[in-house]
């Protein structure tokens, strides 16, 4: 039986094969354009793979979308935005997101709640986007990486750091970990986090 999960992904496939669609791209002009291998988003679109958020990010620029539109079905932009707890969405696997921030008109900011497992990390490509970011550690150990450096961040634990230096982040504990991201956005939505909308890494432990 499909969990909520794989319902979630398979629409994720769908919206990414229908906006590539819809602005006239094969595989292959995406794949240029996004810097992502043909292969892989054939993957994608045809449910093959689970793609991580970096691989997202660049087929959401790749199609001159927000990460935000591969998962959501948000309709017209708002004002004013009120979403119920119960009402968000929570998806992944190793990495499990939810989006706590809508989608208002000219937003210039994103959120999102990451709760990451005991061994995974937020995939072998870093992250990076314009404008700042605040990542507040919520419960639990995380190991923050910021360009060449790396921060253990525990609960009440903040970081703020322009975005535009390559991060990301694993959890060595043996108790999950959960964080807060919040970005502001240079301009339109486009490179934002999509929180960990797929697969994880595991790292051995030394």
Known sequence: MATAIDNELARISQ???????????????????????????????TEQMIPSVAILMKIALGLGAAVADLISDAGEAIEISHRRAVDRRRVGRGNIVERLSGDILEQTLDMWRVTVEPGHDSGKESMRFGGD?????????????????????????????????????????????TFTLTGALEG???????????????????
């Not at 602005?23 to 043909?38: F, Y």
């Not at 450096?149 to 991060?167: C, K, M, N, Q, W």
């Not at 939505?189 to 595991?202: D, K, N, P, T």
């Open 133 to 177: 970011a605040l990542v507040v550690c919520e419960e639990g150990t995380l190991l923050f990486g910021l360009g060449e450096d790396e921060y253990v961040l525990s609960a009440g634990d903040t970081l703020h750091f322009r975005a535009t230096i390559p991060y990301g982040w694993r959890n060595m504990s043996d108790a999950p970990a």
């Open 15 to 45: 919206r990414v094969r229908a906006r590539r669609e819809q602005s006239g791209l094969t595989l292959q002009e995406l794949a240029k354009r996004s810097g992502v291998a043909t292969s892989t988003i054939q993957k994608v679109e």
């Open 188 to 206: 339109r939505l486009r490179e934002v986090m999509q929180a960990r909308a797929g697969s994880s890494s595991r790292r051995k432990r030394s």
